[in-house]
């Protein structure tokens, strides 16, 4: 491992000037880019954005498993101080699951479809007897992280992945991520491919676990209906670069506000102001491979200005930590440049 390893809570998991292309080339694009925070152990932290800005292969690359042609081209991603960047594969391989795990999009390619869940998780605790010396202890944990999950664990043991709906399949990827006791769950769009009451449920049980267990979670939507309900902290993402960041309530509170969050909280749906109409955002997230010059959403901005289309905006921060990056609404001397969120 290339840097000490560290005790400190407040940055568990660090990312620094990371930057994920696909391709090389004049068709190269990049799908992260000089992208830097930081995130705390007992964290809620939610990256957010449109569909392409990025926000998958930034949670990819927390594991070191960007699909190809993607690759890191720089920066650094550290575990309790370790770079992940530059471990070997054995190294990874022990952090990933034990350390490190994901639920994917839609418990897509979770389990195997010709093995039963119970047989999948014994070849877990097979895998890894560093974590139960005992099998049958880690049988006994997968029962009560199914119970957690408010699944019935007699039926769910001996079923195929075919016989779970979309709802049960989520939650038992959630159980199976969390099976080898790791400090930080990662899931991409957790409430996605659900309708609206496995959404709820869902939601209820990522509060629970993580209050119960201590779990720091990382979660990637588009939905800031989510992010309210679940977030501690955000990261908004556009076009590949951070565009805003803070807790949820600086998020939310209207204020110094990059205007493309600003849009995405206007296009949220409530059922509570069925009288206030959805502003659904025009236009749609630039071709990464055709960029425009300066900021990546004048052209979709109402506010831009001639320099918000020559100058890309660098992230201001106030003293509480609350980053935005626009020329716009950052006219305020005591804000600084700040490289990570
Ligand atoms: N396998 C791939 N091959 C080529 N380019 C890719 C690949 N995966 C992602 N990209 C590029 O990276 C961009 C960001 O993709 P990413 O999946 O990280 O975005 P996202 O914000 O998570 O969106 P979604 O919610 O749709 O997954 C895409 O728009 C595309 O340009």
Redesign the pocket.
């Known amino acids: 491992m290339s840097s000490p390893v560290t005790n400190d809570d407040q940055h568990l998991l660090e990312v620094d000037d990371l930057t994920v292309a ?2 090389d080339g004049p068709g190269s ?1 990049r ?2 880019e000089n992208v830097s925070l930081s995130v705390g152990a007992g964290e809620i932290y939610a990256l957010v ?12 690359s927390l594991l070191q498993i960007v ?4 690759q890191i081209t720089g920066g650094t991603v550290r575990f309790r101080g370790a770079s992940t960047t530059t471990m070997s594969k054995r190294e990874l391989n022990a952090l990933r699951g034990a350390e490190l795990a994901m639920v994917f ?1 839609g418990a897509m390619n979770a389990f195997n479809p010709v093995l039963t869940i119970g047989t999948q998780v014994d070849h877990i605790l097979q895998a890894h007897p560093e974590v139960f010396a005992d099998p049958k202890d880690g049988r006994d944990y997968f029962r009560h992280l199914l119970d957690l999950v408010q699944l019935p664990a007699d039926r769910i043991w001996k079923s195929y992945e075919s016989q779970l709906s979309g709802g049960m399949k989520q939650r038992v990827a959630i159980a199976v991520a969390l099976l080898l006791r790791p400090s930080v769950v990662i899931l ?2 957790p409430t ?1 491919a659900l309708d609206v009451l496995n959404q709820r449920l869902v939601i209820d049980i990522l509060k629970d676990l993580h209050r119960t267990l201590g779990v720091t979670i990382i979660f ?1 939507t ?1 939905d800031l209906a989510v992010v309210a309900e679940l977030a501690t902290r955000v990261a908004v ?1 556009y076009a ?1 670069r951070l565009v805003e960041s803070g807790t949820v309530e600086e998020i939310f509170k209207a204020g110094r506000r990059h205007p493309y969050v600003e849009a995405l909280i206007n296009a949220i749906p409530s059922v509570l102001d069925a009288g206030l109409r959805v502003r659904p955002i025009g236009g749609a ?1 630039p ?3 055709e960029l425009p010059g300066g900021c990546r959403f004048a052209p979709r901005c109402a506010r831009a200005e001639d320099l918000c289309h020559e100058t890309e905006p660098p992230l201001l921060g106030d003293d509480h930590g609350h980053l935005v990056a626009c020329h716009v609404v950052n006219r305020r001397p005591e804000l600084v440049e700040v490289s990570k969120a």
């Open positions: 696909f391709g694009v799908a992260v954005g449109e569909s392409g800005c990025g926000k998958s292969t930034l949670a990819y699909p190809p042609p993607g999009q991409d769009e996605t990637v588009h993402m590949g997230v071709n990464l491979a």
